[in-house]
Every structure is written in C-alpha cells, then in structure tokens.
T-cell receptor, first 113, second 111 residues
Framework: SQTIHQWPATLVQPVGSPLSLECTVE??????LYWYRQAAGRGLQLLFY??????ISSEVPQNLSASRPQDRQFILSSKKLLLSDSGFYLC????????????FGPGTRLTVL | AQSVTQLGSHVSVSEGALVLLRCNYS??????LFWYVQYPNQGLQLLLK??????LVKGINGFEAEFKKSETSFHLTKPSAHMSDAAEYFC?????????FGTGTRLTVIP
C-alpha cells in the first residue's frame, strides 16, 4: 500500500530564515505530487505541482519554491521566510487518470515569528 | 471553467441529527467529484468519490453523497451525526492535473 510522509510535523522559524519541508511517497511510482497551504481561517491553496522529476508548475507567485530531485520526493523551500508564510502545509500525491483523487500527508504546521 | 462552491462555511447539528453539507459544481465535461474530511491538525482523508458508476455513492464513516446532474450538486449526508464527525469537510472536482477544492464547511456536533 502507498504511504506519504511529511517532516517536520511542526516548525517555528524567525522571519528571514530559510525553509525546507520534505515530502516522500512510498509504494507507488511516477506519481503527481502537490504542495498546498492552509492559512488560518482559509481554504486550501495549491502552491506547486509536479508531474515528474525536475518538472515543477507554480500556481501562485510567492516567496516559496519547490523541487523534485527524485521520483517520490518533493521539497518545499524558501530563502527568506515572511510572516505571511505561516500556515499548515500539506503534500499530496496522485496516481494517473482517470479519477484524479489525491491522497494527503499529515501536514507541517509552520509558524513564522 | 471548473469550480466548486460549498454553501455554508459553518454547519451545526445536534448529535443524532441528519448531517447535510452542500456542494455545487461547474464543469464543461463529465465531472469526477470527491468529498474529503480534515480533522484538526491532520491531512485530508478521502471520504468518497463519484466516478459516474452510480449516482448514490457510499463512503466511510456512514457518509454518502448523491450526484444530481440537473442540479449540478453533490451534497454529502449522514443520517445520524456522531460527536466524532466534527471536522472540516471539503468538496473537490477533478481536473486534468489538479483538484478544484471548495472553501470547506466546518461541521460542529452539539451533544
């Protein structure tokens, strides 16, 4: 069966510090991978998705970047965090069509102070 | 354009009462629709999915949803609410590479 891991589970970082969040998937190959953010009181915002190694699509301009160095690894980064980067970050994976349902990791709670 | 609208950002029901969470969609192609549940500080869990095989879809935890093309709706129901159902619920529409999510409905269950 497939599993998805995210770490760390929680993170408190000062403004201006760098960020690296990691997501890995087990039990599947060549999945689509996704990064979402939930800010307090708001819904899900798609940040990035990837259909393969080195292929990243950005949905919104922002202070963050993503990379996919391996088939089942997806990394979310920032060089300098802003207060507005605080939120709950979720990674998800998807098998191929037709149904396109996504399966989510446990999330990382990021607080920028 | 594809989109999902969830009516009611907050819904409160008494324990044992009917749960009804509303979702309407807009799609130019036959839709694939999903309901997810999110408990506090956790990821989203797939409750059920509509894939055109049957209009009434049964999911986990006693939830079900009915696809109504004429109403472009996919409302989520449960006959009797339980305290453990308190969570946030998201309706989603399948796109080519992504899911289009609604803004979510927070369900409160009153004892």
């Amino acid at each position: 069966s497939q599993t998805i891991h995210q770490w760390p589970a929680t993170l408190v970082q000062p403004v201006g510090s760098p960020l690296s969040l990691e997501c890995t998937v087990e039990g599947t190959s060549n999945p689509n991978l996704y990064w979402y953010r939930q800010a307090a009181g708001r819904g899900l915002q798609l940040l990035f998705y990837s259909v393969g190694i080195g292929q990243i699509s950005s949905e919104v301009p922002q202070n963050l970047s993503a990379s996919r160095p391996q088939d089942r690894q997806f990394i979310l980064s920032s060089k300098k965090l802003l207060l507005s980067d605080s939120g709950f970050y979720l990674c998800a994976w998807r098998n191929g069509p037709p149904y396109n349902e996504q399966f989510f990791g446990p999330g990382t709670r990021l607080t920028v102070l | 354009a594809q989109s999902v609208t969830q009516l009611g950002s907050h819904v409160s029901v008494s324990e044992g009462a009917l749960v009804l969470l509303r979702c309407n969609y807009s799609s130019s192609v036959p839709p694939y629709l999903f309901w997810y549940v999110q408990y506090p500080n956790q990821g989203l869990q797939l409750l059920l999915k509509y894939t055109s095989a049957a209009t009434l879809v049964k999911g986990i935890n006693g939830f079900e949803a009915e696809f109504k093309k004429s109403e472009t709706s996919f409302h989520l129901t449960k006959p009797s609410a339980h305290m453990s159902d308190a969570a946030e619920y998201f309706c989603a529409l399948g796109g080519a590479n992504n899911l289009f999510f609604g803004t979510g409905t927070r369900l409160t269950v009153i004892p």
